[in-house]
T-cell receptor, first 114, second 112 residues
Framework: NAGVMQNPRHLVRRRGQEARLRCSPM?????VYWYRQLPEEGLKFMVY????????ESGMPKERFSAEFPKEGPSILRIQQVVRGDSAAYFC????????????FGPGTRLTVT | TQLLEQSPQFLSIQEGENLTVYCNSS?????LQWYRQEPGEGPVLLVT?????EVKKLKRLTFQFGDARKDSSLHITAAQPGDTGLYLC????????????FGQGTTLQVKP
């Protein structure tokens, strides 16, 4: 399967814990995007990364959220000190070229904060 | 703030009927995409339209991009239960940003 991989598919965290979401882009893709889908809301852009660089983080909450895409390994979206409002589906997408509309999405990670 | 408004939000029809979903904005976009999302899964790209007035067909689905590149429509002919899902339009506000803006989606239910 050469599609975008995300893990875990489901993640349960207690308030105050840390959540780490992983995304492996499609083979050959070096551009990764993270989106969040809150219950009853549409997909919202969070951050756009290229290998070792953050290109656009205009959608990221200012505190507790961070993202990275190292030279080796998957992209990581990290949420520190999770709160109930962080419960959502987090989707990763990847593209072959930067700034392109051809983004392919992974199956998502459903985060539940108890 | 650039917004994409989809209508209708919910649509429940019988197998064999035709339907149209609309995606409108007051902004001009360099491209517009339609995705389909099933429960518990990520969005799957159906089509990308780039040129104003462009029409693309994918089997029973017809996609159109408005002449002014501000709106789009998705028409399904002879809907089938397998068409059931959430249909999302998305657009890139300007080239090379990487960011996609999504509409709130149209939930389609096709009853056998």
């Amino acid at each position: 399967n050469a599609g975008v991989m995300q893990n875990p598919r489901h993640l349960v965290r207690r308030r105050g814990q840390e959540a780490r979401l992983r995304c492996s882009p499609m083979k050959g893709h070096s551009h990764v995007y993270w989106y969040r889908q809150l219950p009853e809301e549409g997909l919202k852009f969070m951050v756009y990364l290229q290998k070792e660089n953050i290109i656009d983080e205009s959608g990221m909450p200012k505190e507790r959220f961070s993202a990275e895409f190292p030279k080796e390994g998957p992209s990581i979206l990290r949420i520190q000190q999770v709160v109930r409002g962080d419960s959502a589906a987090y989707f990763c997408a990847s593209s072959l070229r930067g700034g392109t509309y051809e983004q392919y999405f992974g199956p998502g990670t459903r985060l539940t904060v108890t | 703030t650039q917004l994409l408004e989809q209508s209708p939000q919910f649509l429940s029809i019988q197998e064999g009927e035709n339907l149209t979903v609309y995606c409108n904005s007051s902004s001009v976009f360099s491209s517009l995409q339609w995705y389909r999302q099933e429960p518990g899964e990520g969005p799957v790209l159906l089509v990308t339209v780039v040129t104003g007035g462009e029409v693309k067909k994918l089997k029973r689905l017809t996609f159109q991009f408005g002449d002014a590149r501000k709106d789009s429509s998705l028409h399904i002919t002879a809907a089938q239960p397998g068409d059931t899902g959430l249909y999302l339009c998305a657009a890139q506000p300007s080239s090379n940003t990487g960011k996609l803006i999504f509409g709130q989606g149209t939930t389609l239910q096709v009853k056998p």
